[in-house]
């Protein structure tokens, strides 16, 4: 949110950017992005899909929707072949699972502790198809590879550490790296400094993004996650996705304004061979990383990223400035799968859908110039584009009778996230310690109490919405 209101704090100052100009980011040469376009209109043009009454729903172009259903359909198969052998349980029809995670920043931390409890307490499913905007395409990987052995080569030393990581004491929430992927994923919001994850550049974010075309760098967070996904990691994932698996993380294209899923686990596929040269392997997983950067930059706090495929290159921003978080082509591989399957849709939403008061209080705004006005209303716009994109994947859920979807707001019964308490103080309490430092938008400590937070709802169940609803 903050990144955002640095672009309007640009507009407002009335300075003009003309002699401030850019050069275009250079992509890494020769990435085969196989990416899907996904276009929004009126529930008519969506009509070979669920027929959810009235909705607005993406559509994937037919070709790309046939080729995704030929790859649910031998997964169907797959799993059916694995249900027939001798000792397993009574042959029956097994789901299709759809994971779908949102945007949301440093709220991540909730959908990472989340999981993490559900982890604890019964394991978690093997999605079928897990698709991720923004922070949720950087909690894809490690979730897609949930129930997979974590790879021997992933390197702990350059980037764990932060509240979490149990150098900093004894927290409560302490994670050892390397026994889990998800256990790695809660490691990978826990930072001790913003610094972890962006780098602040000099002028801060009116002179620094006017100069230079950013306030701040994602360079920190790029070398974190070519540590966290490693090459056995991508391999892992590539493996994957030789069992008929799909992983699919969003972005927006700033050059010609529409959106897209990159297919991930297409990306990784040549590794699956384990016969690529070093210089290949290494090109890929630089590709691997940038798309996820690109799934989670937003202009002007961080630069787009540029991405080549053999069809063009272009530029590329966060997802969430079109949906903030999508499983329409997981719905369109569903339907072209055939009929006979059942689909079970979870949704993480990684944030709260609930703007707030605009004071900050019961009592309504006296005051307001051009610059907090603007800033409300990006506050509105992005608040709404979220709810429509959860009510989308929430509908297509009731649709086939069966959603989890959890989110970073008071579940049925349970506490309000700034009131838990983690480590003597609750996370509102946490938050405003954090901000003495005056970081642009990762607070560490508020990030760990948001992580438990999600942990001790996830150990207990505790969904938003539930379909069939469950006691």
């Not at 799909?246 to 959106?259: E, F, M, P, Q, Y």
Request: hydrophobic content about 40%.
């Amino acid at each position: 949110m903050k990144l955002l209101h640095a672009l309007m704090a640009i507009a407002a100052a009335g300075l003009s950017l003309a002699g401030c100009s850019q050069p275009r980011p250079k992509p890494i040469q020769g990435c085969n992005y196989r990416m899907l376009p996904i276009s929004v209109g009126p529930a008519w043009q969506a009509r070979e899909m669920s027929p959810v009454a009235g909705a607005m729903l993406a559509r994937v172009p037919d070709r790309a929707g046939d080729a995704l259903g030929a790859t649910l359909r031998a997964r169907r198969a797959m799993k059916q072949r694995v249900m027939s052998l001798p000792g397993a349980p009574a042959s029956i029809a097994e789901p299709d699972r759809f994971l779908a995670l949102s945007g949301g920043g440093q709220h991540g931390a909730f959908g990472a502790g989340f999981f993490y409890g559900m982890a604890g307490k019964g394991g978690l499913p093997s999605w079928d198809i897990v698709t991720g905007v923004s922070t949720g395409s950087l909690q894809s990987t490690l979730l897609f590879l949930a129930n997979q052995k974590v790879p021997g080569d992933r390197d702990y030393a350059a980037w764990v550490d932060g509240p979490m990581s149990g150098k900093e004491g004894e927290t409560g929430f302490v994670v050892t790296p390397g026994t889990s992927n998800v256990g790695d994923l809660v490691l990978a919001y826990s930072i001790l400094k913003e610094a972890d994850l962006l780098r602040v550049r000099g002028g801060g974010a009116g002179l620094g993004a006017l100069l230079k075309g950013s306030s701040a760098s994602f360079a920190p967070l790029r070398a974190r996650l070519l540590k966290i996904m490693s090459l056995e990691t991508l391999r892992a994932v590539a493996e994957e996705g030789q069992k008929n698996r799909l992983l699919l993380v969003g972005v927006s294209n700033l050059d010609d304004g529409k959106a897209y899923a990159i297919d991930l686990t297409a990306l990784v596929a040549p590794m699956a061979s384990r016969s690529l040269s070093v210089a290949d392997e290494e090109r890929i997983h630089g590709c691997y990383v940038d798309a996820l950067l690109a799934s989670s930059s937003v202009p002007p706090g961080v630069p787009p990223v540029t991405l080549q495929n053999p069809e063009q290159t272009q530029m590329y921003m966060d997802g969430g400035a079109r949906f903030g978080m999508f499983l329409q082509p997981a719905l369109r591989a569903f339907d072209a799968a055939g009929p006979g399957g059942k689909a079970e849709i979870t949704l993480m939403v990684n944030t709260s859908m609930d703007p707030g008061s605009w004071s900050g209080s019961k009592a309504p705004m006296q005051r307001y110039s051009a610059v907090s006005g603007a800033l409300r209303a990006v506050d509105l716009l992005e608040t709404q584009v979220y709810s429509f994109s959860a009510a989308q994947v929430e509908a297509l859920g009731i649709d086939y009778g069966w959603l989890r979807m959890a989110s970073l707001t008071r579940a049925p019964g349970g506490e309000l996230p700034d009131d838990h308490v983690f480590n003597g103080k609750s996370c509102a309490q946490w938050q405003a310690i954090d901000a003495r430092a005056k970081p642009m938008q990762f607070y560490p400590w508020y990030m760990a109490c948001t992580a438990d937070y999600g942990r001790s709802r996830g150990a207990t169940q505790q969904w938003n919405h539930r379909v069939p609803a469950q006691p």
